[in-house]
Nanobody, 128 residues
Framework: QVQLVESGGGLVQAGGSMRLACAVS????????LGWFRQAPGKEREFVAA????????YYGDSVKGRFTVSPDNAKNSIYLQMNSLKSEDTAVYFC?????????????????????WGQGTQVTVSS
C-alpha cells in the first residue's frame, strides 16, 4: 500500500526559506512522477510542483516559479520541496501526492483529481 508522509513545515518569516520532505513507501506508481499541492483556508487545493523520480522533468505552478525547487532522492525514496523567498501568501497546508493509474488532460499533473494517494499534509506559515 502506498504511503506518503510529509515533514518539514513550520513557521518562517517572509523572505525566508524552508524545505519540505515527502517520504514514500509502497512505491509502485504507474506514472513516474510525484506532485506537491497546497491548500490555504477557504481556498481550493493548488498545484505547486511535480517531479519525475529521475529528476529530469519538473513542473511548477506560476505562483512559485523561480522561488521553489522540487527534487527527488531515490536512495531515500523521498522528494523535496525547497522553498525560498517565502511570502505570506505561501501560507498553506502542503501535501505530496502520487497519481492515479489513468490521468486526464494535457497538463494532467496540475489537477488534484489525477492523484490518488495523498499524505496527511504539513502546515507552512509565513509571517509578514
Amino acid at each position: 500500500q502506498v504511503q506518503l508522509v510529509e515533514s518539514g513545515g513550520g513557521l518562517v518569516q517572509a523572505g525566508g526559506s524552508m524545505r519540505l520532505a515527502c517520504a514514500v513507501s509502497g512505491r509502485s506508481f504507474t506514472r513516474d512522477l510525484l506532485g506537491w499541492f497546497r491548500q490555504a483556508p477557504g481556498k481550493e487545493r493548488e498545484f505547486v510542483a511535480a517531479v519525475t523520480w529521475s529528476g529530469d522533468v519538473t513542473y511548477y505552478g506560476d505562483s512559485v516559479k523561480g522561488r521553489f525547487t522540487v527534487s527527488p532522492d531515490n536512495a531515500k525514496n523521498s522528494i523535496y520541496l525547497q522553498m525560498n523567498s517565502l511570502k505570506s501568501e505561501d501560507t498553506a497546508v502542503y501535501f505530496c501526492a502520487a497519481p492515479r493509474k489513468v490521468q486526464y488532460g494535457m497538463t494532467w499533473w496540475t489537477s488534484q483529481y489525477n492523484y490518488e494517494h495523498w499524505g496527511q499534509g504539513t502546515q507552512v506559515t509565513v509571517s509578514s
